[in-house]
């Protein structure tokens, strides 16, 4: 049995005060309570970003790895030991913008993991750029006259790129949170939860009580295996308009029961063996 002991470290978190970051920290740990995940069966990988400073705060295995990279670690890490349940932490700027190629692949292969995606829409550690969830026309250091672009909607494109399990969260709501990270992980198949994170500091406009007056939960009767309907979800974004809860669910063979080496047997437990390819370089055709 995990206990909020086990996952403790030495560690004070170091979030500015109000960071939705604390909700991450705390709905985590609490899932983890509840769910049994402790350092014999999990491990995480983190991005670069104060998202990522959660491998201070959470006693667990865990790596992180360049900025962007930390789909590609987490996938490694389950193609070499599937027995293990793998989390990722990342942020928009480090999912969507540095390791974008990596999150739409992964949601295609359908790697059975669990994305933890701390949505602030802003560069929060390097001091408030736009990153590829700022809104349209937002005032920040790198965009003062206005963010030309157009953001991506996480959880549209989560669903658009493959996942099997999409969902969305807010930080202001712990124990929604909770119950939808352990439902994330529960899934067999690459799980997304689009986490509404308040960057308090850097981004005043996705401000704590902006999410508490546009976000609503998604009614009982909703049908989450209705893909056009799912997709139809998580492109609303308005005046009220926010949807949270499980967006999209969908059964696909994950991504590391396609390979026959490791169908049996976890990679790690195999003795290496030599294959002979040298007839590939003396093919003409
Ligand atoms: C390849 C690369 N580009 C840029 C940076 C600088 N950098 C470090 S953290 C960061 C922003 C992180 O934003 P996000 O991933 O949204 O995380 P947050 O800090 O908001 O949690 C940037 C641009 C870097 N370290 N590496
Ligand atoms: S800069 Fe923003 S995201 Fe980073 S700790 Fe402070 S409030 Fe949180």
């Not at 099997?164 to 990270?181: C, E, H, P, Q, W």
């Not at 689009?194 to 546009?214: A, G, R």
């Not at 974004?237 to 169908?263: D, M, T």
């Amino acid at each position: 049995m995990t206990t909020l002991q086990d996952l403790a470290t030495p560690i004070t978190p170091n979030f500015c005060p109000g960071c939705g970051n604390f909700g991450i920290w705390a709905a985590f740990k609490n899932a983890a309570v509840k769910a049994g995940w402790d350092n014999h069966n999990t491990v995480f990988t983190a991005g670069i970003g104060c998202h990522g400073h959660m491998v201070n705060f959470v006693k667990l295995t865990s790596f992180e790895g360049l900025h962007g990279r930390a789909i590609p670690v987490a996938s490694g890490m389950k193609f070499a030991n599937h027995a293990l349940n793998v989390f990722v932490f990342t942020g928009d700027g480090d999912c969507l913008g540095e390791g974008g190629n990596h999150f739409i692949h992964a949601c295609r292969r359908n790697h059975n993991i669990t994305i933890l995606l701390h949505n602030n829409s802003i560069y929060g550690l390097t001091t408030g750029q736009t990153s590829p969830a700022t809104y349209k026309g937002q005032k920040t250091k790198s965009t003062p006259d206005g963010n030309p672009d157009e953001p991506f909607l996480v959880s549209h494109l989560a669903v658009a790129a493959g996942a099997t399990f999409v969902a969305r969260g807010f930080t202001g709501d712990i124990a929604g949170l909770t119950d939808l990270m352990i439902a994330a992980n529960n899934h067999q198949g690459l799980s997304v939860v689009e986490i509404l994170q308040p960057c308090v500091t850097f981004n005043k406009e996705c401000s704590p009580s902006f999410y508490m007056e546009n976000t609503y939960k998604l009614p009982e009767d909703y049908d989450p295996e209705n893909k056009a309907l799912a997709l139809a979800k998580a492109i609303e974004w308005g005046p009220k308009q926010i949807p949270l809860g499980i967006i999209y669910r969908q059964n696909r063979p994950v991504a590391e029961s396609e390979f026959p080496q490791i169908a049996e047997n976890t990679l790690i437990s195999k003795e290496a063996s030599v294959r002979d390819i040298s007839e590939l370089f003396t093919k003409q055709h």
